[in-house]
């Protein structure tokens, strides 16, 4: 299942505001069965922040474990975003 | 010399006022909530008309969200982020400050043993992956924008927060000397402010 990350705004900065959209993503947009994974696709991400990013994405996490997985990407601020979301 | 252009030192006395006076002395300029907050960042996208907007609005979102993440009901003073910002090509400003507990607090009692000083504890939070809103899994934001500053293109980020102070960026000398020229260090006394500049390449 690929995720469009782009759809849930122009501005993905605070973690609330990240939490939330993950909330929704597990209300309706649940994969279809318990092994598919769950792509996040930043094709279309304007503004996005390490705040946003990590609580979405440790929000799912918790519900479809490592399922989640983040496409690769060339636009800079989501390259940006992604690298501090590396281990150190 | 470098200096500030003339808007920029003007909202710089204004925030003077505001630290000092402990209200509401520029109301435009106070972002109470953070909802008003993400309501002023996207004009920046509209006031540069650049490719870089998006990581200067990601970098001062990240910051500025710090303001409410660690301070709610924690206040010292005045509820809210002061965010102000100036353009004037190539040249972008942005001072971001809050009445709040101030880094040190915030990584206290997560770490205590390791901070000793205001400055410490700032060094410590733009280097390590830490947060204070433990039991949360959080501390990457301050490395992010540190990621971003620390290169080598013309970018520059200070933040003062008690008595410590720190330095990024490839002309944080200049920016400091600017700096230095109108507000000294007991602007962030209390709380914690932060001073960008950033070089949009033509």
């Known amino acids: 299942m690929k995720l469009d990350i782009g759809g849930f705004g122009p501005l993905l900065i605070s973690r609330p505001a990240g939490r939330d959209a993950a909330l929704v993503v597990r209300a309706y947009q649940r994969p279809a069965t318990d092994t598919e994974p769950i792509e996040l696709d930043f094709s279309r991400v304007q503004v996005i922040a390490p705040s946003w990013l990590d609580e979405f994405i440790q929000t799912l996490e918790s519900e479809f474990g490592k399922r989640v997985v983040s496409l690769p990407s060339n636009i800079p601020v989501v390259v940006e975003t992604l690298r501090a979301l590396q281990p150190d | ?202």
């Open chain 2, 1 to 202: 010399m470098s200096s500030l252009p003339e808007t920029l030192r003007e909202d710089l006395q204004q925030l003077i006022a505001w630290r000092t006076s402990r209200q509401l002395s520029h109301t435009t300029l106070v972002c109470v909530s953070r909802d008003q907050l993400s309501a002023r960042l996207p004009r920046i996208a509209t006031l540069l008309q650049h490719p870089d907007a998006a990581l200067i609005t990601a970098l001062l979102g990240e910051i500025g969200n710090n303001c409410f993440d660690h301070n709610l009901g924690q206040w010292r003073g005045t509820a809210g982020c002061w965010f102000a910002y100036h353009f004037s090509a190539p040249h972008f400003w942005a001072i971001l400050a809050d009445q709040g507990q101030g880094i040190r607090n915030s990584l206290q009692h997560v770490l205590p043993k390791n901070i000793q000083s205001d400055q410490v504890a700032l060094e410590f939070a733009f280097d390590k992956r830490v947060s204070g809103r433990s039991p949360e899994q959080r501390g990457n934001g301050l490395k992010f924008v540190r990621q971003i500053i620390n290169c080598e293109k013309p970018r520059a980020l200070l933040c003062y927060s008690g008595a410590g102070m720190v330095s990024f960026g490839a002309v944080q000398a200049e920016l400091t000397e600017a700096y230095a020229q109108y507000a000294d260090r007991t602007i962030a006394i209390v709380g914690t402010t932060s001073v960008l500049q950033w070089e949009l390449p033509l």
